[in-house]
């Protein structure tokens, strides 16, 4: 199998590279073939707008859609999206590795799904969700928390995890994916939040590292969420509920 990482972290030593650098070991173990988009180390740069498109579709007006999808027919993507699609078209697997930075991926990941998922080329009106892109392929995110386990449950403090994740499972599934229920490591504790102690914190580490190195061994088996599809919608998008069961891709385990 194909695998691409695309980690997401400023810092080499941190333990989101730790746990990139454990994906990449487990799964080359296993005889998988991996490669890594390593977003800030290769100076990925986040920020769709005009400055990709010198030959512009409409030069008066910048629509990113328009820009995206006349760059993308006349090959002319900017070289760095090109970079990564050649890389996504490779892959079977699909790993995201981040922190939680304010509730959601950091900015550097929700700007590389704005660029690099183009309009035109990867997606269009009709060829979405279930009848995406990449269908038949699997997705999954490894996420650090600094708040503990306990915190995200419905109602609690950090925010229901199953709400906090839903946006980025919900553009993996419009792009065809079966997306995997994530990798969760919480409590990842910093900048003297401190909710253990020590010597607790590190044995509560390496359970983390050992945990999702187990896990990579079995996601061909895994169930991906189950998301509405196609059949599920009337011709203006709304759902034909209650006929249809609400599939929100919710987080399983
Ligand atoms: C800008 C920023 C925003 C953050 N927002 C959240 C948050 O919304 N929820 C949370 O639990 N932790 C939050 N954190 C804590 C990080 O998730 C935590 O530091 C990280 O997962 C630890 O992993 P690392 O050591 O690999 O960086 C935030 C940290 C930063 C720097």
């Excluded at 972290?9 to 490669?35: C, R």
């Excluded at 401190?194 to 088996?221: C, G, V």
């Amino acid at each position: 199998m194909n695998v691409l990482i695309v980690h997401s972290h400023p810092e080499p030593d941190s333990l989101n590279a730790g746990l990139k650098n454990i994906a990449i070991d487990t799964l080359q173990a296993q005889g998988h073939h991996v490669e890594v988009s390593d977003l800030y180390a290769e100076g990925f740069d986040p920020v769709e707008g005009p400055q990709h498109y010198p030959h512009r579709q409409d030069p008066v007006y910048f629509s990113a859609l328009t820009e995206q999808r006349s760059a993308s027919d006349h090959d002319r993507l900017p070289a760095d999206v090109k970079r990564e699609i050649s890389r996504l078209e490779r892959a079977d697997l699909l790993i995201f590795q981040f922190p939680l930075w304010w509730h959601a991926q950091p900015a550097m990941l929700k700007g590389w799904f704005d660029r690099v998922f183009v309009y035109g080329g990867l997606y269009t009106g009709r060829q979405r969700y279930d009848q995406g892109h990449f269908r038949g392929r699997r997705a999954i995110c490894s996420v650090t928390t600094g708040a503990p386990q306990t915190a995200f449950g419905p109602g609690g403090r950090g925010g229901d995890i199953e709400r906090l994740m839903w946006p980025i499972h919900y553009s993996l599934y419009y792009m065809g994916y079966d997306v995997l229920s994530p990798f969760l490591s919480h409590g990842i504790q910093g900048g003297g939040l401190s909710y253990q102690a020590e010597a607790s914190f590190r044995a509560h580490l390496e359970r983390l590292k050992l945990d999702w190195s187990r896990r990579l061994t079995q996601l061909e088996e895994e169930k991906p969420l189950r998301f509405n599809g196609w059949s599920d919608w009337h011709q203006d998008g709304s759902a034909k509920f209650p006929v249809s069961p609400l599939h929100s891709g919710a987080v399983i385990s």
